[in-house]
C-alpha cells in the first residue's frame, strides 16, 4: 500500500500541490536569468526599454541570433572598473567572511554552552537584528562613524580623541567590513549554534576524563563536529556579500568598488541595461559553484 | 554541551550582543532628541514623530509598504507551505532537482541579480511595474524563507495521526485541514511574518522593480539617507523596528502558549485514557 499522504490522495491535489509552487519559481526566478542572458547580448540604444534586439517570439529567434553582440562581454574586459570590481568584492567577501566566523564562533559556541533554561532567549536576541531592517541598521552606523559622529563625540569625551580631531572611518574600507560584519552576524551565528547545540557533551567529558587538554578538545572534537555548521555559515554570508548594494554604498567611499555597486549605477545612472545585465550573468557565473555547495550543504541539513 | 561558562564565554556573549544592539539603541534614542543635530542631546521631545505623521509622502509610502507586505507575506505562505509539503512528502516527481534549486538559491542569491532579472522579465512582458510588480518580486523572494521555515517543522512532524485520520476514512484534503495544518501552524505564523518583515526592508529588488505610485518606505528612506542622517529618519526606523520587534515577540509568545497547550490536552488524554 501506498504511503498515504495528507495533501496527497487524488492524483490531481498532488499535482496542484506541486505545480502551484513550481510554476511560481520557473516563471519569476528561473524564465528571468535566461531573459538577463539574452539581453547581455543585446546592443545599447537610446528607447525604452533602452536596448535591441528584443525578440518577438520564438520564430524571429533564428534570424536574430546574427544580432547578438558579444560587445558587453568585451567592454567588461576592456575596462578596468569592471575586473576590479569583481576581485575587490572577492575579496571583501573573503576578509569579511573570515571575520565573521572569528566573531561568531565564540558568540554560538557560548550560547551552546550557556544553561539550557536561557538558550531560548539568546536565540532570540541573535534573531531580532536579522529581522530589523538592513537599511536600518547600515543607517544606524552613518550616525557613529561619520567625523562629527557619536564616536568622534565618544573618543572625545574619554580623552582619547583631542578636541579638534575627528574618526575617519566613514566612506572607507573599513567603515564597510564594520557594516557588513554587523549586518551579517545572526547569518554567521545561526548555523553555528545550530550545529554546536546539537553537540554531545559527554564527549568532551570523556576527553577531559582521559586527560586530553581543553585546547586540543576543542580541536579535536567540537571543531570537526561543528564543520557544518561552519561551511553553511561561510556561505550564506560569502554570496550575498559578493553583490552586496546598500553597504558600499552608504558606507564606502568612491573608491571603495563592489560589483553590485557597479552594476546598480550601471543600471540607475547610465541607463545601460545590457551592460548591467551582463555584469550580472558575470556575477552569477562566479557564484554558480559556491551556491551549488550551499545547496549540497542544505539538503543534508 | 556543559552547563558551565567560562570567562571567555560570558566576554564573548556581553560584546556580541553589545556589538548588536548598541547601534540600534543609539538609533532609538536619537530619535528623541530635541535637537536636529543627530549627535548632540537637546533634551527629550517627540516633535520628530509628529513631523513624521505630517510627511504625507512618507505615509504614502508606508501605505503602499504596508499593502505590499501584506499581500506578497500571504501569497508566500501559500505557496512556500505548499513548497514545503512537496519537499518533505514527495521523494520522486520529475524535477525535484530543479525545484529544491530553485527554492535555495533565492535565499542566497545576490539582491541585485533578482531585482535586475525580474524586471527584465517583467519589461519583456510588457507588464507596466508598480505596486503588482514590487509584489510579485516580494512573493518570489520571501516564498523561499517561508518554505524552508515550514519544512523544518515538518521533518521532524509525527505522521501516525495523519494516518490513523485516513485510516478512519478521512478525506486528504480534510485531513490537511484537520490535522497537519493545525500542527505546523506556529511555523506557518513563524514563515508569514517572516515573509512580511523581509517584504518590508527591502530595498534593492523593489527599486529595480517599482514604477510610479509604488515608492515603497525603503525606498523613501534610502533616498534620504543619501542626502543625510535626520532625527525624522530615525522617527521612522524606530516605528519599523517597533512593529517588527512587537510582532516577533508576540509571535514567538503564541508559539509557546500553543506548545503549552498541546502538552496539556496530551497529558489530559493520556490521564483519560488511564
Not at chain 1, 564606502?252 to 547610465?270: V, Y
Not at chain 2, 517599482?210 to 542622517?229: F, H, M, W
Amino acid at each position: 500500500m501506498p504511503a498515504p499522504s495528507a495533501a496527497g490522495g487524488p492524483t490531481w491535489t498532488k499535482w496542484l500541490v506541486v505545480a502551484a509552487p513550481y510554476l511560481w519559481l520557473l516563471v519569476f526566478f528561473l524564465a528571468p536569468f535566461f531573459i538577463i542572458a539574452k539581453i547581455s547580448l543585446s546592443m545599447t540604444a537610446i528607447a525604452m526599454p533602452p536596448y535591441v534586439p528584443v525578440f518577438d517570439s520564438l520564430s524571429s529567434l533564428g534570424e536574430k541570433l546574427g544580432e547578438l553582440s558579444f560587445e558587453n562581454y568585451l567592454w567588461l574586459a576592456d575596462d578596468p572598473l569592471y575586473w576590479r570590481s569583481y576581485l575587490s568584492s572577492l575579496r571583501i567577501a573573503f576578509i569579511s567572511t573570515a571575520m565573521l566566523l572569528l566573531i561568531g564562533y565564540p558568540i554560538a559556541y557560548a550560547m551552546a554552552r550557556a544553561p539550557k533554561s536561557v538558550r531560548p532567549t539568546l536565540l532570540m536576541l541573535v534573531i531580532l537584528p536579522f529581522w530589523t531592517s538592513f537599511l536600518i541598521r547600515v543607517y544606524a552606523w552613518i550616525g557613529i562613524l561619520k567625523p562629527e559622529g557619536l564616536l568622534t563625540v565618544a573618543l572625545q569625551a574619554l580623552g582619547l580623541l583631542g578636541p579638534t580631531e575627528q574618526v575617519q572611518i566613514m566612506n572607507t574600507e573599513t567603515a564597510v567590513f564594520i557594516g557588513i560584519v554587523y549586518s551579517y552576524l545572526p547569518f554567521m551565528i545561526l548555523p553555528l549554534y545550530a550545529a554546536l547545540e546539537k553537540l554531545d557533551g559527554t564527549l568532551l567529558e570523556a576527553a577531559s576524563d582521559l586527560g586530553c587538554p581543553p585546547m586540543k578538545a576543542f580541536w579535536v572534537i567540537t571543531w570537526p563536529l561543528s564543520l557544518p555548521g561552519v561551511i553553511a555559515g561561510c556561505f550564506l554570508c560569502f554570496i550575498p556579500i559578493m553583490g552586496e548594494f546598500v553597504i558600499p554604498d552608504l558606507l564606502g567611499g568612491s573608491d571603495t568598488l563592489m560589483i553590485g555597486k557597479t552594476l546598480w549605477n550601471e543600471f540607475f545612472s547610465n541607463r545601460d541595461w545590457p551592460v548591467s545585465s551582463a555584469v550580472a550573468v558575470v556575477l552569477l557565473l562566479i557564484l554558480v559553484v559556491p551556491i551549488m555547495i550551499f545547496q549540497n550543504v542544505q539538503r543534508k541539513v | 554541551m556543559s552547563n558551565k561558562l567560562s570567562w571567555f564565554n560570558v566576554t564573548s556573549l556581553t560584546l556580541g550582543f553589545a556589538f548588536l544592539y548598541i547601534p540600534i539603541l543609539l538609533l532609538v534614542i536619537f530619535s528623541f532628541n530635541e535637537s536636529r543635530l543627530v549627535t548632540v542631546w537637546g533634551g527629550f521631545s517627540t516633535k520628530w514623530y509628529g513631523e513624521m505623521i505630517r510627511n504625507q509622502a512618507l505615509m504614502d509610502a508606508a501605505w503602499v509598504t504596508i499593502r505590499v507586505s501584506f499581500l506578497s507575506a500571504t501569497i508566500a505562505t501559500v505557496l512556500g507551505t505548499l513548497a514545503a509539503i512537496t519537499m518533505t512528502r514527495y521523494a520522486r516527481f520529475p524535477g525535484r532537482l530543479l525545484f529544491s534549486g530553485m527554492i535555495y538559491a533565492p535565499l542566497v542569491m545576490p539582491e541585485v541579480i533578482t531585482g535586475l532579472s525580474l524586471l527584465l522579465l517583467f519589461v519583456a512582458m510588457d507588464f507596466s511595474r508598480g505596486f503588482w510588480t514590487v509584489t510579485i518580486a516580494h512573493v518570489t523572494l520571501t516564498m523561499c524563507f517561508v518554505a524552508v521555515v515550514v519544512q523544518s517543522r515538518l521533518v521532524t512532524f509525527d505522521r501516525s495521526l495523519e494516518e490513523a485520520a485516513q485510516d478512519l476514512g478521512c478525506p486528504p484534503a480534510k485531513t490537511f485541514f484537520a490535522i497537519t495544518l493545525p500542527l505546523i501552524l506556529p511555523a506557518v505564523v513563524a514563515g508569514w511574518m517572516l515573509a512580511f518583515t523581509l517584504s518590508l526592508d527591502d530595498l534593492v529588488i523593489a527599486s529595480f522593480n517599482t514604477g510610479p505610485g509604488a515608492t515603497t518606505l525603503p525606498i523613501k528612506i534610502y533616498s534620504q539617507v543619501r542626502l543625510g542622517v535626520t532625527p525624522e529618519i530615525n522617527a521612522v526606523c524606530t516605528v519599523m523596528i517597533a512593529v517588527v520587534a512587537l510582532g516577533v515577540i508576540a509571535a514567538s509568545l503564541y508559539t509557546k502558549r500553543v506548545e503549552v497547550e498541546r502538552e496539556r490536552a496530551e497529558r489530559a488524554a493520556v490521564a483519560q485514557a488511564g
